[in-house]
């Protein structure tokens, strides 16, 4: 299957700093993204879903001045957590769909505490 | 988007055949049904994908009925890396919204 390369897979920051997590696709040009977090021993939550060219569109209750998400090119999207704080910590994941194709491709995903 | 329903929880043993059963009532026409693996600390992999009838790969069997309402995903003879959580996807290419997931735990 396609790779999906998410970096970094662990960060720890210090309360009001910004992070930004980067997902590339390595092998395809991915047409629409979506990125999710995950809490501990429940289901991943889509945080928003972003086509290349495009603005993102969030989910009812995200905040899009607070998670920003930039899906620049057909291979590369980045989410930066701003101003973070501790309940920002999760386990956050991105996803690439390549163009027809309705197999959605994973990162390994990325773990952010915020102290 | 179609909702979808599966157990919480499964329990089986190394050699076993696991069927774990989605509902989604309201799937769409153009819905696909695919499901997915996930192992702790790691992100989602694709198991299996299907519309109708049988689709059959190297890992698992999905069964889909005539009305498509359900799904059930088959794991022939599963050892102790098949404990995961399992997901059940239904829609197309604009959103993927994850359900519940079925946790389940094979044991020795």
């Known amino acids: 299957g396609a790779v999906v390369s998410q970096h970094p897979s662990r960060v720890i920051c210090k309360s009001g700093t910004s992070v930004k997590i980067e997902c590339r696709s390595l092998?395809?040009?991915?047409?629409?993204m979506f990125w999710y977090r995950q809490f501990p021993k429940k289901s991943l939550m889509l945080m928003a879903t972003?086509?290349?060219?495009?603005?993102?569109?969030?989910e009812q209750g995200v905040e899009k001045d607070k998670f920003l998400i930039n899906h620049a090119s057909l291979t590369l999207s980045t989410l930066t957590v701003t101003s973070a704080h501790p309940e920002d910590s999760s386990f956050y994941i991105c996803?690439?769909?390549?163009?027809?194709?309705?197999?959605?491709?994973f990162g390994q995903g990325t773990r952010l505490t915020v102290v | 988007l179609a909702k979808t329903t599966q157990p919480i929880s499964m329990d089986s043993y190394e050699g076993q055949e696991v069927n774990i059963t989605c509902s989604h009532n309201n799937i769409a026409t153009n819905d696909y049904i695919t499901w997915y693996q996930q192992f702790p600390s790691q992100g989602p992999r694709f198991i299996i994908q299907?519309?109708?009838t049988k689709v059959t790969n190297e890992v698992a069997s999905l069964f889909i009925p005539a009305d498509r309402k359900s799904s059930t995903l088959s794991l022939p003879r599963v050892s102790l890396s098949d404990t995961a959580v399992y997901y059940c996807?239904?829609?197309?290419?604009?959103?993927?919204?994850f359900g519940t997931g079925t946790r389940l735990q094979v044991f020795p």
């Open positions: 996803s690439f769909l390549g163009g027809q194709s309705t197999e959605a491709f």
């Open positions: 092998d395809f040009q991915a047409t629409t």
């Open positions: 972003s086509n290349e060219g495009s603005k993102a569109t969030y």
């Open positions: 299907g519309y109708k």
């Open positions: 996807l239904v829609g197309n290419t604009d959103k993927l919204i």
